[in-house]
């Protein structure tokens, strides 16, 4: 191509890009904008996580701990929450290709992740735990004991992570905890690893054949991820929080589904 028409090309396009940031209205550039515009909040999750987010049948509309503290969090900001539900194992590959403006859905906050997405404060604290069948006689109290043994996790998730890291363990992966729990209980894996909360509600709720086993592991911190680069978005969501921790209205989510405030770390003894 001659030197001329590369130039007259590079002008082109260089002149291209600035019309096209010319032409964004004023604050595009972080995500808060648009939603304030649109009046909504695309917010991603599971939808088969109970007791954070999942559908009630009767109601034939979601609910959970995610999904009140979502409606919750849109509310404070002036905007109506619009739920959209993905498999885990895809919801944050979902977001980062912009296909929702967050993700509340138990999302564990650990560094690999704030490599690439922003989180808020933490809304939820809780354990990893092992669950087991009714008539186990095995017990295992971490996760060393389970070499040679088939353990379910979540496609994806921390646990996943968590598994994988100790060797000898044949770590099988599921794209929502109900169908780790039904293997369980057909005994086609040896145990499976979620969180806490869960494991407490699903005892009260579920009719499997299955029960707690062991807490493992630290104690993990759940936020709302978002992409990077939207520093506003992430304070209204933050701030929306404060204000929700503050006047008590996110300990009354908490306890209406745990019976505890979770959404603050436990005391320590």
């Given amino acids: 191509m001659p030197i001329f028409s590369r130039r007259r090309l590079a002008l082109t396009l260089t002149l291209g890009l600035i019309g096209a940031a010319l032409a964004m209205p004023a604050g595009a550039a972080d995500l808060l904008a648009t939603v304030k515009t649109r009046g909504t909040l695309k ?14 049948l009767k109601a034939n509309q979601l609910a959970g701990y995610d999904v009140d503290v979502a409606t919750l969090l849109a509310a404070r900001m002036g905007l109506k929450p619009e739920f959209v539900t993905t498999e885990w194992s895809a ?6 290709a912009g296909k929702f403006d967050v993700v509340i859905s138990q999302v564990g906050i650990n560094p690999k992740r704030e490599q690439t997405f922003d989180f808020s404060e933490p809304y939820t604290y809780s354990n990893p735990q092992l669950i087991v069948r009714k ?4 017990r295992y109290a971490g996760l060393a004991e389970l070499k040679g043994k088939k353990l379910g996790v979540g496609q994806g998730s921390v646990y996943e992570q968590q598994a994988k890291a100790v ?8 794209p929502a905890a ?4 039904q293997d369980l209980a057909f005994g086609r894996i040896d145990a499976a690893l979620n969180d806490s909360l869960m494991v407490a509600y699903l005892l009260n709720h579920s009719k499997l054949p299955i029960q707690a086993g062991a807490r493992v592991g630290n104690v993990e911190r759940m936020g709302i991820a978002l992409r990077k680069g939207n520093p506003q978005l ?3 969501l933050n701030k929306a929080l404060a204000e929700a921790q503050a006047d008590g209205s996110l300990k009354k989510i908490s306890v209406k589904w745990f019976g505890s405030d979770v959404s603050r770390p436990a005391a320590q003894p």
């Fill in 43 to 56: 917010i991603a999750m599971e939808g088969t996580y109970p007791p954070f987010n999942f559908k009630d």
């Fill in 91 to 96: 919801i944050l590959a979902g977001l980062a």
């Fill in 135 to 138: 008539n186990e006689t095995a």
């Fill in 167 to 174: 060797p000898g363990i044949e770590v099988r992966s599921y």
């Fill in 178 to 181: 109900p169908e780790a729990l």
């Fill in 234 to 236: 992430k304070a209204a």
